[in-house]
């Protein structure tokens, strides 16, 4: 019989009963359940509601199961993970283990659940993500030097370095880290005492549950409390922000690991090979990385869709919010961890990076800002030296081999320094203020971010 089945006459239907189930996945709950109920039991105890003796057998109770769901028993046999967590208590104490749900809902103890959940997986991730942060730091570290052609609209646009192209991306990681962090703060207040949806007739101590779970405050309004999955939705919404910057990052990698780009080896160990074509090489899991970011992305989108039409206070679509964040989660950490441990085994043909760089005219806006300097307009050193690549691309010689009359027919501004300027290594260094590619900037910020 449910323990919900007072009022009821006959028993549920078996196919509304498995529909209905959600410890299929909420059982990975079940060491926040116990820890919350833990945390509710000894408040009960402390405020005299139930007596010191009850809770402290419940305590006892609780922290036997929470040992066995450690050590891997089997969960099944109930609704969900709180009734399962309450009959395992009941038959190892007796009928004491009924008083631990005095005072409070399922409604707001799923609530607390999740948000115990969330919390640990956060901090979980935030690690993950300083990981590969690490990973990009000193892979960057050694490659300051190393020069790369940087793209605007897939186009070569100007020359800067592997070192200044990496850290992009860690400052990327590094904003995930923050948002991360500000979400947490949203999942860091307490929700048990918001009972079904009214808040509860008993004089618990919400503050005092709040402070032996580590929460920095408790709800204000019950009704918003058990219907609130506003953190969980940041919660996936930051994940897919992760998820889209590791798609960008192994959208390079692919790219540059084919044979028309030639710029990095990939690792035997992060390969697979074709069950056809003995010669193929395939970047298999960037190739997985950038898939998985859809099912994160529909992850956020259902979370979504489920609360937009849902009145005060809790309805059972609530259900629904349990599969979509441990997916974000689980999903979020195997990339991350898969990414970090590939990264370093990346191979970059820095010859073919250099040749790169010093095609397609790659110096050509230095070359405009050498005649802005010495007092043309912009727009009119825009078109003399848009005539000067003409003229270079006719010749098929790259800007600083032209001869000097070249550069004269173009402006008589052009002086004999100019071919020095138009150097691939002065272009980059040339880049010396605060967020460009110039080597020295580069290791400056990269010193401050492998400091965070």
């Not at 070359?367 to 078109?383: M, T, W």
């Not at 501004?413 to 967020?435: C, H, P, Q």
Request: hydrophobic share 40%; charged share 25%.
């Amino acid at each position: 019989m449910k323990k919900w089945a007072g009022v009821f006459d006959g028993s549920l239907d078996k196919l509304a009963d498995e529909f209905n189930s959600s410890l299929s996945f909420d059982k990975r709950l079940a060491p926040y359940d116990i820890q919350g109920s833990i945390a509710h039991a000894t408040m009960l105890g402390e405020c005299g509601i139930i007596s010191k003796a009850d809770a402290d057998a419940i305590v006892a109770g609780l922290n036997k199961i929470l040992t066995e769901v450690n050590s891997g028993i089997a969960i099944e046999g109930e609704e969900d993970i709180h009734m399962w967590v309450e009959e395992c208590l009941t038959k190892l104490i007796g009928d004491t283990g009924k008083k631990l749900h005095t005072g409070r809902s399922r409604n707001d103890q799923v609530a607390l659940d999740v948000r115990l959940y969330l919390r640990k997986t956060i901090d979980d991730i935030i690690g993950e993500l300083a990981l590969l942060i690490s990973t990009i730091a000193d892979i960057a570290e050694s490659n300051l030097g190393t020069i790369i052609p940087a793209y605007t609209h897939m186009q070569k646009a100007q020359p800067t370095t592997l070192a200044h192209h990496m850290l992009a991306y860690a400052e990327m990681f590094l904003r995930d880290i923050d948002r991360l962090k500000d979400c947490r703060k949203r999942v860091n207040i307490m929700p048990l005492g918001a009972g079904a949806c009214c808040g509860t007739g008993f004089a618990i101590n919400r503050h005092r549950v709040a402070e032996l779970l580590g929460f920095d405050g408790v709800t204000q309004n019950s009704l918003d409390t058990v219907s609130d999955r506003d953190f969980g939705v940041e919660f996936a919404s930051a994940c897919s922000l992760i998820m889209m910057h590791l798609s960008r990052y192994n959208e390079e990698i692919i790219y540059w690991s084919t044979g028309e780009f030639g710029y990095i080896t990939l690792d035997d160990k992060f390969s697979t090979g074709s069950s056809m074509m003995p010669q193929k090489k395939n970047p298999d899991m960037s190739e997985l990385i950038r898939g998985k970011t859809g099912r994160v992305f529909g992850a956020t989108v259902s979370l979504l869709t489920m609360l937009k039409g849902l009145p005060l206070a809790y309805n059972k679509d609530m259900q629904e919010d349990k599969e979509a964040i441990f997916d974000c989660a689980d999903t979020v950490s195997k990339s991350l961890a898969i990414f970090t441990a590939m990264l370093p085994s990346l191979k970059y043909n820095k010859e073919r990076l250099y040749k790169a760089a010093a095609e397609g005219y790659t110096n050509a806006t230095d070359c405009a800002d050498y005649l802005v300097k010495k007092g043309l307009p912009f727009r009119e050193a825009h078109h003399a030296v848009g005539s000067l690549v003409k003229k270079a691309m006719q010749k098929k010689k790259p800007l600083d081999k032209l001869p000097l009359t070249d550069f004269k027919a173009a402006s008589k501004l052009f002086e004999a320094d100019i071919l020095e300027v138009l150097k691939i290594e002065n272009v980059v260094k040339a880049r010396s203020l605060v967020g460009g590619c110039s080597p020295d900037v580069v290791r400056k910020r990269l010193q401050e971010i492998k400091a965070l």
